[in-house]
């Protein structure tokens, strides 16, 4: 038997009830803060994710799905949605049409990560990408929007962690700093961490490994020597969080190690998933769109990952979908009124109505419990010498009434029905 690769899950009838539920909450505040869709393909040019991700992040270096296609292009699986949009925004101008243009998507994304629990190979992220302005405040409503997101869908036990990387020359000042903080612990760390010092420095803070956890603790910290403009914007989101009544952390060690990413990083957490506690990470990075061949534009914005988030809600049992039902379910009684059935039926959807019918040949009882069985508000019986005579039985399930309603009068009927 062939099963589903590992690390991807299917998403089963059962399941789409509650993704529904959260695809629509999530469509509902993106509006609400006029934020429009945006599609992109599944895979793009390696050297897209390469360049907009950066070759020392363990997404490009580790865990992309990249191929070759019969023409010898190197391709990848989108892994995340920033630097795709950004293509996207550069490619059709969009600036040119609007100065800030806010963005929203919703698309699977793909990496090669040793699968666990919130943790998947093929996955989905719902995100926002605000491209034009550099406004603090801008930065707060990215918070404020995935922080509304997650209460609506119920959530309590949020955290709320930001920080700050300031600009480039501040983090190029602050690099040299923690050089000559770890220079001498440089031999205890991990050999990942020990490739990170001569790499990219600041992802060392990205290390779960226990003893660098204990080393980069007592290490300078970015926040303590951000530049005049970074800090005031920084005060600026703080102030605005606290407005909109956000409650939140700083965390200093909340560092993305990418040379465009600038100024706010923010993270929510969640207490209700386990080990991979976070539900959303972003941030501002002023200098991706130039790396990707656009005009020098600010940024901003977030991701979040849906099968994470629907875990976390599952385990604080944060919201119930009304079950699911149809309003009709036709029984027929004598085998040779099939086709009348379902032509019945079709008349009846084209009334708006969810109608089902069954295609089994199955007995009436078995019809019936079926009917039950998908919660039919109403069951129609066909056949017997109510047919004979032009009519039909009604049965309102709720209440177990039964009434008799006319074969040619099923738009009066209908009308009943809605009354
Ligand atoms: P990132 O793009 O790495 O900043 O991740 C943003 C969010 O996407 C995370 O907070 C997770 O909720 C989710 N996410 C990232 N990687 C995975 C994965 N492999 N499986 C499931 N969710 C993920």
């Not at 007995?363 to 056949?383: C, D, H, P, T, W």
Request: hydrophobic share 35%; with cysteine.
């Amino acid at each position: 038997m062939i099963k589903a690769v590992t690390g991807t899950k299917d998403i089963l009838p059962s399941d789409i009830p509650r993704w529904n539920y959260l695809e629509k909450t999530v469509q509902k505040i993106f509006a609400s803060f006029n934020y429009k869709e945006i599609r992109t393909p599944i895979f793009e040019e390696t050297a897209l994710f390469a360049r907009g991700i950066g070759e020392e992040t363990d997404i490009v270096g580790k865990e992309m799905y990249t191929f070759k296609d019969r023409s010898d292009t190197s391709l990848t699986l989108k892994p995340e949605m920033t630097a795709a949009v950004v293509r996207s925004y550069v490619e059709h101008s969009l600036g040119a049409q609007q100065p800030l243009i806010k963005l929203f998507y919703m698309s699977p994304m793909f990496r090669q990560e040793r699968p666990q629990a919130g943790r998947f190979r093929q996955f989905h992220q719902f995100g926002a990408e605000a491209i034009g302005s550099k406004s603090p405040l801008l930065d707060a409503e990215m918070i404020q929007m995935a922080y509304e997101i997650l209460k609506s869908l119920g959530l309590k036990n949020l955290t709320v962690k930001i920080n700050s990387l300031g600009t480039p020359e501040t983090r190029e000042n602050y690099k040299k700093l923690l050089k000559n903080f770890l220079e001498d612990k440089k031999d205890k760390l991990s050999e990942d961490s020990k490739r990170r010092f001569e790499t990219n420095i600041l992802r060392i803070f990205d290390s779960k490994v226990e003893s660098d956890q204990k080393i980069i603790k007592d290490a300078p910290r970015l926040i303590d020597h951000l530049d005049e403009e970074s800090k005031a914007d920084f005060e600026v989101v703080k102030n605005q969080l606290s407005k909109s009544g956000i409650p939140f952390e700083i965390d200093p060690a909340l560092v993305r190690g990418l040379d465009y990413y600038t100024k706010l990083t923010f993270e929510i957490d969640s207490e209700s998933v386990g080990a991979q506690t976070a539900l959303c990470g972003g941030g501002r990075y002023d200098l991706l769109i130039e790396t990707l061949g656009g005009k020098p534009t600010p940024a901003t914005g977030f991701a979040a990952g849906i099968e994470r988030i629907l875990l976390a809600c599952e385990n604080e049992k944060s919201f119930t979908i009304p079950e699911q039902s149809i309003d009709i379910y036709l029984i027929r009684i004598e085998n040779e009124l099939e086709s009348f059935g379902s032509e019945l039926a079709g008349k009846l959807r084209k009334e708006n109505l969810s109608v089902d019918f069954d295609y089994l040949q199955r007995s009436v009882k078995a019809q019936m419990r079926e009917a039950n069985k998908l919660k039919a508000r109403y069951v129609l019986f066909i056949g017997g010498d109510e047919y004979k005579g032009g009519m039909m039985n009604l049965k309102h399930m709720s209440t177990g009434e039964e009434e008799k309603i006319s074969i040619d009068s099923i738009r009066e009927f209908v009308a009943k029905l809605r009354s």
